[in-house]
């Protein structure tokens, strides 16, 4: 029997080392944001937490408990197996030392543990390691030595190296209560259901949530539910799909007779609101059509802007707020890039599934501002200074209407060139190449990335605001400089009184706060500029997915489409509302008040403090809560049915395709 059990000695070496070392880990985040803390969250943290090493761990050593309780004796004494067995508690280790070592740089960025964020970001190595390179590289470093280090130090306690067991059948059955309470052990749980994230979820602050986790059982879990990418509708409360279209299509601010059908959110916009048509799009724009230009700023959160409140980071936009339609309370959808361009593009709702841009089922048909351009006479163009492939942006926009991406590698005589791509300025210099080239109207979108880590930009353009150089509020300051170049040039140009310029956000730097979704790190700004744009501010609480709509009725444009964003200048209500993605936490916000929807947790509302910017809970509004949860549901449920589309024909042929019949 000894035998038996110094066999069993790594498996528990690994489950006791394991759980110190998470401990201590979860014990050194706590003491780094103590201020977000009561005492009784500290106890009850640190209590959740070795639950979850312990689901973690069980899960571990599940796979080598199952093989020895029913591998071969021979095999079970064989030289193979050992290395397969020590192989396996080493990868484990490392796992869980590379996670947890990981974890303090990429709290600090995301304020969350490392989630799918982490692995998507796998996709594209030459941002990724520009990025770490420049803002994190003693972090770096240290992720990657540090485990190897510990490993060098405690691996042959990991070996089953020169363990030679004898398994006979009691031996088994010894085995079959350990792998029992492992699988138990794995499930945390005695329900119907095994413990998982929302178990754990005892305040308010996300950030608090998460380092109950430990970052190995974040990650797994993150790709574990990949598999409802498509269909996240069992993350919230239930709600009848019909409800869902009536809720949502009530709540967006256009009118009952413009809708198409009761089985879609198609509806008529434009001169078309007013006609009985059943086509896509209606005649030409008043006039001669404006090209239309979107700017789409990374990361300029409203914190940075000074017309907002901010850090006095942007002048030239400060000095555009006062000549066209600038939004005092805009907020983005997201903290991702991908779905700033998703709500700003397409007018699509958040959800806890990826963006469109990368979900395969709106990879041909779906509906973006492109499609309704298109047989205009418009021609689209998507301009990048990195690799349009990042985030699938040149896949989606050209196999959605849109006719051309620009990106690095078509800049021929570019000043400067960093990780992200060429600078600032030499986007704009191509955009205004492109309209300046053009002879019919044009959409052109402009996606700038100076302002983005490890903040490289041309030296000599700015006054620094600190030192060192490459630093945020820097890299601020300088695409505030390119964007009032670019202005600057435009309005000289002989486009200019033909044009509408939409200059926004795509999401604020990094979350911040304390509460389940903060609400301020979605504040952003946008103005709409051009030739016969009368200056006014919009107070009221607007969305990314408005902009699209209220860009469309100031340049007379009508058509058909799916999109449930409100022209903000013709809306009959003052409060205004925003939907924001914050992980898996949904909210709705109806001016001040806010309804947020967790995994598996019961809704909650507070009132939204923006002098203090908290959440303060106040009792819960069914009705206010029923639209809410339609906004959560209403993203998967078009998805899914594939009515997010522009076309008719499309739209039925598509649900055919799905063996759903389309309303009559």
């Known amino acids: 029997m000894r035998v038996q059990l110094q066999a069993l000695k790594p498996l528990l070496f690994f489950l006791l080392f394991g759980l110190l070392f998470l401990s201590l880990a979860r014990s050194g985040f706590i003491l780094g944001h103590l201020d977000r803390y009561n005492p009784d969250l500290v106890a009850s943290t640190l209590l959740n937490g070795l639950r979850v090493d312990i689901m973690t761990l069980s899960m ?13 004796a021979s095999l079970v004494a064989s030289r193979w197996f050992q290395l397969v067995l020590s192989t396996w508690l080493i990868g484990w280790m490392y796992l869980l030392l590379f996670m947890e070592t990981a974890t303090p740089p990429y709290m600090d960025f ?45 691996g042959r306690r990991l070996s089953l190296a020169g363990e030679r067991p004898t398994w006979n059948l009691r031996h088994r059955l010894l085995m079959i209560p350990l792998f029992l309470a492992l699988v138990l052990g794995a499930r945390s749980s005695l329900g119907h ?90 005649g030409e724009p008043a006039g001669k059509p404006k090209n239309l230009v979107i700017i789409i700023e990374e990361s300029l959160g409203a914190r940075f802007v000074g017309s907002l409140g901010g850090l006095p980071l942007t002048p030239r936009l ?57 047989p205009k006479g418009y021609h689209s163009y998507f301009v990048y200074g990195g690799q349009a492939h990042f985030d699938n942006m040149q896949g989606f926009l050209l196999n959605n209407g849109f006719d051309e991406a620009i990106d ?58 600190e030192q060192p150089l490459a630093s945020k509020h820097n890299a601020v300051q300088y695409a ?49 500029l051009g030739g016969g744009i009368e200056p006014q501010r919009i107070k009221r609480v607007s969305s990314q997915i408005d902009l699209l709509p209220t860009l469309f009725a100031l340049a007379g444009i009508d058509g058909i489409a799916p999109t449930l964003g409100e022209d903000v200048l013709s809306a009959n209500t003052q409060e205004g509302r925003a939907i924001m ?41 069914e009705s206010l809560e029923s639209k809410a949860l339609a906004w959560a549901l209403a993203p998967n449920l078009l998805y899914r049915k594939r009515l997010y589309n522009s076309h008719v024909k499309q739209v039925e042929n598509d649900f055919s395709l799905n063996g759903i019949q389309p309303a009559e």
């Not at 600032?424 to 053009?438: I, P, W, Y």
């Open 480 to 528: 505030d400089y390119a964007l009032g170049q670019f202005v600057d040039k435009a309005k000289t140009s002989d486009y200019w009184k033909d044009t509408l310029l939409l200059i926004v956000a795509d999401h604020d730097e990094r979350p911040r706060g304390f509460d389940l979704v903060p609400v301020s790190s979605y504040h952003i700004p946008g103005v709409i």
């Open 110 to 154: 995301f304020s969350a543990r490392p989630g799918r964020i982490f692995f998507e970001y796998l996709d594209h190595p030459r941002e990724v390691t520009g990025l770490i390179a420049g803002g994190y590289p003693v972090a770096a470093l240290l992720t990657i030595f540090l485990p190897i280090g510990v490993l060098v130090v405690i």
């Open 60 to 72: 571990a050593l599940s796979v080598p408990v199952l093989l020895l309780l029913f591998c071969p």
């Open 408 to 465: 690095e590698d078509d800049y021929k005589n570019w000043q400067f060139k960093g990780t992200w791509g060429v600078s600032d300025e030499d986007l704009f210099g191509k955009t205004h190449e492109v309209l300046s080239a053009t002879t019919g109207p044009s959409l052109v979108v402009a996606f700038s990335s100076s302002f983005h880590s490890p903040y490289e930009f041309p030296e000599g353009k700015i006054s620094p605001y």
């Open 318 to 374: 400060d000095e555009l707020a006062d000549q066209g339609i600038w939004f005092e309370n805009l907020y983005a959808t997201g903290i991702r890039s991908a779905r700033g361009l998703e709500a700003i593009l397409t007018g699509f709702p958040p959800s806890p599934a990826r963006s469109v841009l990368k979900l395969s089922g709106a990879q041909s048909g779906f509906y973006t501002i492109a499609r309704s351009l298109k």
């Open 581 to 621: 993605q914050y992980g898996d936490n949904h909210a709705y916000m109806r001016g001040s008040r806010v309804i947020i929807h967790q995994p598996g947790l019961q809704p909650r509302q507070f009132h939204y403090n923006r002098d203090e910017d908290v959440l303060e809970p106040v009792e819960l509004e």
């Open 193 to 282: 259901r095994p413990a998982n994230p929302s178990t754990f979820a005892l305040s308010g602050d996300q950030l608090v949530n998460d380092i109950a986790l430990n970052s190995t059982y974040r990650l797994l879990y993150s790709i574990y539910s990949l598999r409802h990418e498509e269909d996240s509708k069992g993350l919230y409360p239930e709600m009848d799909e019909d409800d869902i279209l009536a809720t949502v299509k009530r709540d967006a601010g256009i009118r009952p007779d413009q809708f198409i059908d009761n089985d879609s959110t198609r509806h008529h916009f434009g001169r078309d609101s007013d006609q009985n048509l059943d086509h896509d799009l209606g």
